[in-house]
């Protein structure tokens, strides 16, 4: 898992299946930041309303674990770039590095969302403003 590289060839051809799950994993994302969104104001407004007594039921139960189910369901979709060896350093915009070796250096083959193609390249401790085009195979 940690030991995987990737050629240019390799990554593009992953890439059609990493956007479907990255397509998947925002969506994810921007419903759960709506949920959560509501969430807060329904509780902030409860907790200004008037101390009527509640009971002992937790009005807020079904919210909190629709919210930890979908939080789990990120964190699974997440995990499987892990586990096909690609590191997906942003959700959004979607920003995913693979590890490569070029000329017998180490690098990170990357992409970033709205790009065709997997084409550039940085080093390990260059970062996003170091990438450059990856030189024709």
């Not at 940690?2 to 969506?27: H, I, M, V």
């Not at 789990?72 to 350093?89: T, W």
């Not at 995913?96 to 250096?105: A, Q, R, T, W």
């Not at 992409?111 to 080093?123: A, C, F, I, N």
Request: charge should be negative; glycine fraction near 8%.
């Amino acid at each position: 898992m940690g030991n995987r590289t990737f050629t240019l060839s390799e990554a593009n051809e992953l890439l059609p299946e990493l956007l479907a799950a990255l397509r998947q994993l925002q969506q994810l994302t921007a419903q759960f930041e709506d949920k959560y969104v509501d969430y807060q104001k329904e509780r902030a407004a409860l907790e200004h309303a008037s101390a009527s007594g509640h009971g002992s039921r937790d009005p807020f139960f079904e919210q909190e674990s629709q919210l930890e189910f979908m939080k789990m369901e990120a964190d699974l979709l997440i995990d499987n770039f892990a586990r096909k060896g690609v590191q997906l350093k942003m959700i959004n915009p979607g920003l995913m590095d693979f590890p490569s070796v070029l000329d017998g250096e180490d690098i990170l083959i990357c992409w970033k969302e709205g790009e065709e193609r997997v084409s550039h390249y940085h080093g390990l401790h260059d970062g996003f403003a170091g990438r450059k085009p990856y030189p024709a195979e």
